[in-house]
């Protein structure tokens, strides 16, 4: 039986860094992820692969990190060694980008150069993935490959050229193996609930359930190339198990208008979204992208990746999700209202509920 390997996961707390974590050890890996140090959890993405470190056998450990310490960076990844880093963590939301653009200049771009650097000062041989993003090709009209030029329309799209650029001078400059992975749009139902797919999906099924009555957005006619995050995640995996480092484009090399986003997830539960979407200008942002649209031919023919959930099929099991969601909390409201009612508690009353 081989050594266990051993993997780091900035990021872990989100949407990829929860399937990746769960890809990884389902491969046998030995996963180490980490997490901002916040007064509140946020972690329910992984909660489910949480195992107490004391007990035999465990997997699967958190560590307390920041993008902006590169000290404790630097310190965490000599004690580790990991064999592989996947390095997720940003601010990654392109509209609030705009709200924060020097905040996330120093944690999405900044942020790459601290750990690319304590990898170098550590000495280690390990292989480093950097989470690159279509939005670095901004304007630059698609399909988009790996030699597409990139013209970044956001702070967060320049940052993450900075994060793209400082990658490929470690190595060519130090010979690390470093990889860029230009992932395009990716969702799930755990995609965080104020990115437009997740943000659709979740008032479709409010607005089924009756409880929200109108979804405001903004531009309906941005394309995007739109896949299915665990798809996505296995290439971050196979990028890194190459002879050598190379930069990939990940995507399933067809668009689609968040129009169309809509009109499929209100069809899947019998609803006219016209009826319920209202503009809201507050939602555009200043410089705007207009159409992303990959061209994965490098990664099919070198990884041997391809996507297996089409957009249809994306759609509808995230608005299922939510769907599920909602009628979960039903049952769990009903329950909680019949103990109160056999125990003659008051909704407001506290102290006296069963245990």
């Known amino acids: 039986m081989g050594q266990v390997k051993k993997a780091l996961v900035t990021g872990i707390t989100g949407q990829d860094g929860s399937y990746l974590a769960e890809f990884l050890l389902g491969k046998g890996y030995e996963v180490h992820g980490l997490v ?129 650029w400082m990658v490929r001078n470690y190595r060519e400059g130090y010979g690390l193996f470093a990889t860029n992975g230009i992932l395009f749009n990716h969702e799930s139902p755990r995609r965080g609930e104020t990115f437009v797919t997740r943000k659709i999906t979740r008032a479709v099924a409010r607005i089924k359930f009756g409880l929200q009555k109108k979804l405001y957005l903004g531009n ?32 399933t090399g067809e668009a689609h208008s968040v129009r169309e986003f809509l009109e499929e997830a209100f069809a899947h539960v019998d609803l006219d979204w016209r009826e319920y979407v209202e503009i809201d200008p507050k939602y555009f942002r200043p410089t705007e992208v207009d159409y992303l649209m990959g061209d994965p031919e490098k990664a099919r023919r070198l990884l041997g990746w391809q996507p297996r959930v089409n957009f249809q099929g994306l759609v509808r099991l995230m608005v299922d999700a939510d769907l599920q969601a909602l009628m979960d909390l039903r049952q769990c409201q009903d329950v909680i209202e019949r103990l109160r009612h056999e125990h003659h508690i008051s909704p407001g009353e506290r102290g006296n509920s069963p245990r």
Request: net charge negative; glycine share 6%; no cysteine.
């Open 36 to 164: 901002r140090r916040s007064s509140t959890f946020n972690t329910r993405r992984i909660d489910h692969l949480y195992v107490d470190p004391h007990e035999t056998g465990a997997r699967f450990f958190l560590h307390y990190g920041d993008l902006s310490d590169s000290g404790q960076l630097s310190h965490l990844i000599y004690n580790l060694q990991p064999d592989e880093i996947y390095h997720l963590a940003a601010q990654s939301h392109v509209r609030v980008s705009f709200d924060m653009p020097e905040y996330t200049g120093d944690v999405t771009g900044l942020g790459v150069t601290r750990l690319l650097e304590a990898v170098r000062r550590s000495g280690i041989k390990t292989r480093f993935y950097q989470a690159s993003s279509s939005e670095l090709f901004g304007d630059s009209p698609p399909p988009q490959n790996e030699e597409t030029l990139m013209s970044p329309r956001s702070p967060y799209a320049a940052a993450k050229l900075y994060g793209y």
């Open 220 to 251: 309906l006619d941005a394309r995007r190339d739109w896949g299915y995050a665990p798809d996505y995640v296995e290439a971050m995996w196979l990028m890194l198990q190459q002879d050598a480092p190379e930069d990939f484009v990940i995507a």
